[in-house]
């Protein structure tokens, strides 16, 4: 490539990169906007309610805090792995390795982010801004107790979010004009649309059972009963392989299987752009780690915050100890077997609502 069409390339860049910057703000300030509603005392219906200092501060709030909370499981990942290996894990920054993430975060974000010449350069770059957009969105669905707003079909907009996610990984693996990024982005489709159905019909068994399609309001109904845990262990089990399959985490990371595909869809991003694909992949294990203990835990703040933990270092865990398996494996998993089983509960919490 001569020194003008360098240049070219690089002009081309920055202006996708400026477009890409202000796409990014006017979502963000679509999403403040949002009409979130308020629950009257004397009525079990909700009105839309004006966009004030709480509802903003509520939509900022987890975009920030999952950065940090990234970060640090990222290090607890990191430690877990090397206490199951019998190794030390990063020691050296800070004490204990504290400051490790940061150290990562700064070594990714100032290497040079390298555009391949065959790749096309705007879809490129917006595909991680994409990923990491779809990621956070879902943090708006946190399921706050003390606070004025919440969204009355926080379930089915957690479905929603969950399904758009593989646009992101499609794009990616699109536009890298790369074999192994293209073979990541097809199995990440296949996947994410297989798992999703089962994972319809445990919404379906949890919304029956509460009779609501907020994240409080199930959070608030196992706090006075039970937890859902224990009628529907079953489908814990099944929500749990889906949520790993959902994201791409051993034994079901076929989408980046390094022993197959390199690195899978993100195999020709560097610096930034891993770093942030990075960021929305472990956003996501993190908020389906929210998810999981909402729904089937529940309870008060303190015992959502030890189940969340508890799923999380699930995750890792699970990661340490199985192996990956086949993908035929996977695909006959879920539709022979978690798709029947799920099938079977449901029918069994309609009969014994019905009752």
Same mark, same amino acid.
């Given at each position: 490539m001569n020194h003008s069409a360098k240049i070219s390339l690089i002009l081309v860049s920055g202006e996708c990169l400026v477009k890409m910057l202000k796409s990014v703000g006017v979502f963000f300030g679509g999403c403040g906007l /949002?009409?979130?509603?308020?629950?009257?005392?004397?009525?079990?219906?909700?009105?839309? &309610?004006?966009?004030?200092?709480?509802?903003?501060?509520?939509?900022?709030?987890?975009?920030?805090?999952?950065?940090?909370a990234v970060g640090f499981y990222t290090l607890l990942e990191r430690k877990i792995l090397g206490i199951i290996m019998i190794r030390k894990g990063p020691s050296k920054v800070s004490y204990m390795g504290i400051l490790q993430p940061f150290s990562d975060a700064g070594k990714l974000l100032c290497k040079e982010f390298i555009v391949p010449t065959r790749a096309n350069v705007g879809p490129f770059i917006l595909a991680p801004a994409l990923m990491l957009i779809i990621s956070l969105l879902g943090w708006l669905l946190y399921p706050y107790k003390s606070a004025e707003v919440f969204y009355v079909f926080g379930v089915i907009l957690f479905m929603a979010i969950t399904s758009v996610s593989v646009y992101g990984v499609m794009m990616a693996?699109?536009?890298?004009?790369?074999?192994?990024? /293209?073979?990541?982005?097809?199995? &990440?489709?296949?996947?994410?649309?297989?798992?999703?159905?089962?994972?319809?019909?445990?919404?379906?068994?949890?919304?029956?059972?509460?009779?609501?399609?907020?994240?409080?309001?199930?959070?608030?109904?196992?706090?006075?009963?039970?937890?859902?845990?224990?009628?529907?262990?079953?489908?814990?089990?099944?929500? /749990?392989?889906c949520v790993l399959a959902e994201t791409n985490r051993a034994p079901f990371d076929f989408v980046e299987g390094e022993s197959e595909l390199v690195s899978g869809y993100n195999v020709e991003y560097s610096g930034g752009g891993f770093a942030v694909m990075f960021i929305a992949e472990y956003s996501s294990i993190l908020l389906s780690s929210v998810v999981s203990a909402v729904m089937f835990f529940g309870g008060n703040e303190v015992l959502t915050g030890l189940f969340t933990l508890a799923v999380a270092i699930f995750f890792l865990i699970t990661r340490a100890s199985l192996p990956r398996l086949r993908y035929d494996k996977l695909m006959n998993l879920c539709w022979t077997v978690l798709l029947c089983v799920m099938l079977s509960i449901s029918v069994c919490v309609v009969v014994l609502v019905s009752l």
């Open positions: /949002l009409k979130p509603c308020r629950v009257l005392a004397n009525s079990s219906y909700s009105e839309p &309610a004006l966009v004030n200092v709480v509802s903003v501060v509520v939509g900022v709030i987890p975009f920030v805090g999952v950065l940090f693996g699109w536009v890298s004009n790369s074999k192994y990024s /293209l073979l990541g982005a097809v199995r &990440a489709m296949a996947q994410s649309i297989s798992y999703e159905i089962p994972m319809g019909f445990i919404f379906f068994c949890v919304v029956l059972c509460s009779g609501m399609l907020s994240f409080q309001e199930i959070s608030m109904y196992q706090q006075e009963l039970f937890f859902f845990s224990f009628p529907l262990c079953g489908a814990l089990a099944v929500w /749990l392989l």
